[in-house]
T-cell receptor, first 114, second 115 residues
Framework: AQKVTQAQTEISVVEKEDVTLDCVYE???????LFWYKQPPSGELVFLIRRNSFDEQNEISGRYSWNFQKSTSSFNFTITASQVVDSAVYFCAAGSSNTGKLIFGQGTTLQVKP | DSGVTQTPKHLITATGQRVTLRCSPRSGDLSVYWYQQSLDQGLQFLIQ???????AKGNILERFSAQQFPDLHSELNLSSLELGDSALYFCASSVSLDRGQETQYFGPGTRLLVL
């Protein structure tokens, strides 16, 4: 069974600070998929990124970057120069080829103060 | 906007009642997933349908059932409601299953409050 752990329950930063959200996963699958979703105060779940287990390239998208390391079973998410609009709950999730379901971490609440 | 629609947005009902939540997937998506988000359990997978057939079941109570219709929209039926069923219910959709784990796009959710 898969498991996703987001050890940071809440993080508070001041605008323009960089912040990293941690995600550690457990799986026995050889092929698996990792995701990050954002849940702003309005409540919807917004897809941010997907990473396949066979692709360890890190990715940067604007102020967002993701660091996937199989050696430590981690898929961390960094926001550079945070903004107030980044305030949200961020979820890391894992899926596999065998089943369509996603296993979510407990989420990290990020508060960016002006 | 993910392209997944859910109705109603909010639902208030009483214990013992039955409600139906509706979901329309993104155009072209064949898979529909239902998730429950509650304060104590977090985001939990309930059930998945693919092109009208049930494909996977998660922590779904026997009082809950779902179906996917020929036009691919899906309904989640919750019966004999209890206070603990109060939660945010999400529907998600993806293209198919044939290429491994597809990215799931979530609807805005239905917030259910059982009084």
């Amino acid at each position: 069974a898969q498991k996703v752990t987001q050890a940071q329950t809440e993080i508070s930063v001041v605008e323009k600070e960089d912040v990293t959200l941690d995600c550690v996963y457990e799986t026995r699958d050889t092929t698996y998929y990792l995701f990050w979703y954002k849940q702003p105060p309005s409540g919807e779940l917004v897809f941010l990124i997907r990473r396949n287990s066979f692709d360890e390239q890190n990715e940067i998208s604007g102020r967002y970057s993701w660091n996937f390391q199989k050696s430590t079973s981690s898929f961390n998410f960094t926001i550079t120069a945070s903004q107030v609009v980044d305030s949200a709950v961020y979820f890391c999730a894992a899926g596999s080829s065998n089943t369509g379901k996603l296993i979510f971490g407990q989420g990290t609440t990020l508060q960016v103060k002006p | 906007d993910s392209g997944v629609t859910q109705t109603p947005k909010h639902l208030i009902t009483a214990t013992g009642q039955r409600v139906t939540l509706r979901c329309s997937p993104r155009s072209g998506d064949l898979s529909v997933y239902w998730y429950q988000q509650s304060l104590d359990q977090g985001l939990q997978f309930l059930i998945q349908y693919y092109n009208g057939e049930e494909r996977a079941k998660g922590n779904i109570l026997e009082r809950f059932s779902a179906q996917q219709f020929p036009d691919l929209h899906s309904e989640l039926n919750l019966s004999s409601l209890e206070l603990g069923d109060s939660a945010l219910y999400f529907c998600a959709s993806s293209v198919s299953l044939d290429r491994g784990q597809e990215t799931q796009y979530f609807g805005p959710g239905t917030r259910l409050l059982v009084l």
